[in-house]
């Protein structure tokens, strides 16, 4: 499993991965359940990749807030995304001490959790999977 392959689409719960792509949708497989659906190409979809959070510095990749919590539970699943606000908003400052409480509401933090969650039940090692290289182009 790839993580530059994985999605979120809105309105479905839970994650994809992308297997092919055509003309008018993308072909994707159920993290959860491993069904193949289509997705069409006018559906709002997020490649996981791409994804960033606020902090009061700068945006940190999706994947090294993933990373460090995957450091900070062992490879174990998180807590729920279900858990009180209080308790979601404690761990998350844990994992991202510097990030923007103003920007960054309870129902993203959830979501993170949550796809985390799924994607170490999926069998995700996040220890062997790198950063991608910042882009010099990106930075001027």
Request: avoid cysteine; aromatic fraction near 8%.
């Given at each position: 499993?790839?993580?530059?392959?994985?999605?979120?689409?809105?309105?479905?719960?839970?994650?994809?991965?992308?297997?092919?792509?055509?003309?008018?949708?993308?072909?994707?497989?159920g993290?959860?359940?491993?069904?193949?659906?289509?997705?069409s190409?006018?559906?709002?979809?997020?490649?996981?990749?791409?994804?960033?959070?606020?902090?009061?510095?700068?945006?940190?990749?999706?994947?090294?807030?993933?990373?460090?919590?995957?450091?900070?539970?062992?490879?174990?699943?998180?807590?729920?995304?279900?858990?009180?606000?209080?308790?979601?908003?404690?761990?998350?400052?844990?994992?991202?001490?510097?990030?923007?409480?103003?920007?960054?509401?309870?129902?993203?933090?959830?979501?993170?959790?949550?796809?985390?969650?799924?994607?170490?039940?999926a069998?995700?090692?996040?220890?062997?999977?790198?950063?991608?290289?910042?882009?010099?182009?990106?930075?001027?």
């Open positions: 499993m790839e993580f530059n392959k994985i999605i979120a689409v809105s309105g479905k719960p839970g994650l994809f991965q992308v297997i092919s792509q055509s003309k008018s949708a993308i072909i994707v497989t993290l959860t359940d491993a069904k193949k659906i289509a997705i190409t006018s559906q709002n979809v997020s490649l996981l990749e791409n994804i960033a959070m606020y902090t009061y510095e700068e945006d940190i990749p999706l994947l090294q807030v993933l990373k460090t919590m995957f450091e900070k539970t062992a490879g174990a699943e998180a807590i729920s995304h279900k858990e009180s606000e209080g308790k979601l908003t404690a761990f998350f400052a844990e994992v991202l001490p510097d990030y923007d409480s103003e920007r960054v509401y309870t129902s993203n933090i959830k979501k993170v959790i949550q796809w985390f969650n799924l994607l170490v039940k069998g995700m090692d996040f220890s062997k999977i790198e950063m991608p290289k910042a882009d010099p182009e990106k930075s001027k």
